[in-house]
């Protein structure tokens, strides 16, 4: 039973197009997140959201689009990608949005071409 | 916001040997974690951390809150230990955000 799990592993995709990125987590936790790793494998936040609010929103172009239909789902969505959007992209859950121990789906390798 | 810095940056261990990974912070915290990325790509969850001291297996860590520090020993390292190590705290006084170091690559030989 994976706890958080993201789909799918690796996207491939041309400029221009728009593609999603799901996540679900099975742990019960309150609150989701997106982080980015790029190609130095630094690692930032990108969203969170706490019981399907959005708590935290980083300074991320407004085509990246998160959307949590429910405490156990945070999907990524990404309009007219760019070359500069590839990049590892991890969601993560935790139990409370600050002080408790977050854990990291598998990541999803997004390559535009 | 908060600063999180490792060292050191690259590590090459011949496998049996021990080793010590620094992870320094500006500020106070509330949540101090370490996580393992494997050659795969996985963030695996070592420990979590945000004072005292902590083992699991050939892993331990300690934090000093207080001095704004957590080291991770690794000893009688394997291959299987090759990857990159990151450090990551969250601070009230950055918004609650886990703030991730810029790791540490380690690569054990055989």
């Known amino acids: 039973d994976t706890a958080v799990s993201q789909t799918p592993k690796y996207l491939v995709t041309q400029m221009g197009n728009d593609k999603s990125i799901k996540c679900e987590q099975n742990?019960?936790?309150?609150?989701m997140y997106w982080y980015k790793q790029d190609s130095k494998k630094f690692l930032k936040i990108m969203f969170s959201y706490n019981n399907k609010e959005l708590i935290i929103n980083e300074t991320v172009p407004n085509r990246f689009s998160p959307k949590s239909p429910d405490k156990a789902h945070l999907n990524l969505h990404i309009n007219s990608l760019e070359l500069g959007d590839s990049a590892v992209y991890f969601c993560?859950?935790?139990?409370?949005?600050?002080?408790?121990?977050?854990?990291f789906g598998q990541g999803t390798r997004l390559t535009v071409v | 916001g908060i600063q999180v810095e490792q060292s050191p940056p690259d590590l090459i261990l011949q496998e049996g040997a021990n080793s010590t990974l620094r992870c320094n912070f500006s500020d106070s915290v509330n949540n101090l974690q370490w996580f393992h990325q494997n050659p795969w790509g996985q963030l695996i969850n070592l420990f979590y951390i945000p004072s005292g001291t902590k083992q699991n297996g050939r892993l331990s860590a300690t934090t000093v809150a207080t001095e704004r520090y957590s080291l991770l020993y690794i000893s009688s390292s394997q291959t299987t230990d090759s990857g990159v190590y990151f450090c990551?705290?969250?601070?009230?006084?950055?918004?609650?955000?886990?703030?991730f170091g810029g790791g540490t690559r380690v690569l054990v030989k055989p």
């Open positions: 993560a859950s935790s139990q409370d949005w600050w002080g408790t121990e977050a854990f």
């Open positions: 990551a705290v969250e601070a009230k006084a950055a918004g609650n955000k886990l703030t």
């Open positions: 742990l019960g936790h309150d609150t």
